[in-house]
């Protein structure tokens, strides 16, 4: 299909947010307690709206791989495409924070690879952040993404990536051994350089432990109360998805105003009742076939 010819794809002018967002706004937040929303954003046109909706944080994150591409897990999310997809995500929200999500085997082979790969998002995808799942064994590659000068968030808790390791997902700090191992991964990791953490499915009282433990951001997703920023996937709010986890829940039901709109629009086509406002010149309609 062809480009619109009547407007531009994204009006990058129109961001919604005053200023651009940065890392120094994160951490005034932090220290303000004044809670940061995220949300996931893959395309351009939904970072548009997003950003107008005063959205700050976005995380263009490997759900990709099953929200956009239809694949059974995050796993199977390709590094070329997600920094395709964040570097859309920066055109459509210019002045948003803009994470870049390291997908699996994109920095576990070798701490090379982590620099080279996060340079990427840093350099293609105009990323603001990079963002990866780890445990305190990660330490290194940490330290070498901060020496190289790129920012880099901790992701502990439950690690997507890891899931084939223990047969499915499972919620981290149901235990006090498993909360301790949660804060001591985000600490270690932050000694070694993150500049934040992001906290998924943990019990509330983990999440707590781990913002007194250490003195960087903290978004929860599925987290609890105490973190300083929430973030979950924006089409499970916004109703799109079959399935969602009961810590996202629906806000509207976008995915049946979107079925109703398209049914209608289909409606008109069958009755061939579109407008069409494209006309010939005076005169060219009779010199037809001439």
Request: proline share 5%; hydrophobic share 45%.
């Amino acid at each position: 299909m062809s480009a619109r010819i009547d407007e531009p794809i994204v009006n990058s002018t129109e961001s919604g947010l005053p200023k651009r967002v940065t890392l120094r706004d994160l951490r005034r937040w932090r220290r303000e307690g004044t809670v940061f929303p995220c949300l996931t954003a893959y395309d351009a046109t939904m970072a548009r709206w997003l950003s107008r909706a005063g959205v700050p944080v976005l995380l263009v994150g490997d759900s990709a791989a099953e929200v956009i591409l239809g694949l059974p897990s995050t796993m199977h999310a390709p590094l070329d495409f997600l920094l395709q997809i964040t570097a859309a995500v920066r055109r459509g929200a210019p002045n948003a924070f803009v994470i870049g999500d390291m997908p699996f085997l994109s920095y576990h082979a070798h701490e090379d690879d982590a620099v080279l790969n996060a340079g990427r998002f840093m350099v293609e995808g105009g990323a603001d952040a990079v963002k990866l799942e780890a445990d305190a064994s990660f330490a290194k590659v940490f330290e070498r993404l901060s020496r190289a000068g790129i920012p880099a968030i901790a992701h502990v808790g439950c690690l997507p990536q890891k899931v084939q390791l223990h047969g499915g997902y499972a919620v981290a700090g149901r235990t006090a051994a498993s909360a301790n191992k949660v804060v001591e991964d985000a600490r270690q990791l932050v000694e070694a350089g993150a500049i934040g953490v992001l906290a998924e499915a943990t019990t509330a009282e983990t999440a707590e432990a781990l913002v007194n433990a250490v003195d960087v951001p903290v978004i929860g997703c599925g987290a609890g109360p105490a973190c300083h920023g929430q973030i979950v996937v924006t089409q499970d709010i916004l109703g799109l998805t079959d399935w969602q986890p009961s810590f996202a829940g629906s806000e509207g039901q976008i995915g049946n105003s979107i079925q109703a709109v398209v049914e209608q629009w289909c409606e008109k086509v069958r009755r061939r009742e579109m407008n069409h406002p494209y006309i010939m010149k005076d005169g060219e309609a009779e010199r037809l076939g001439d």
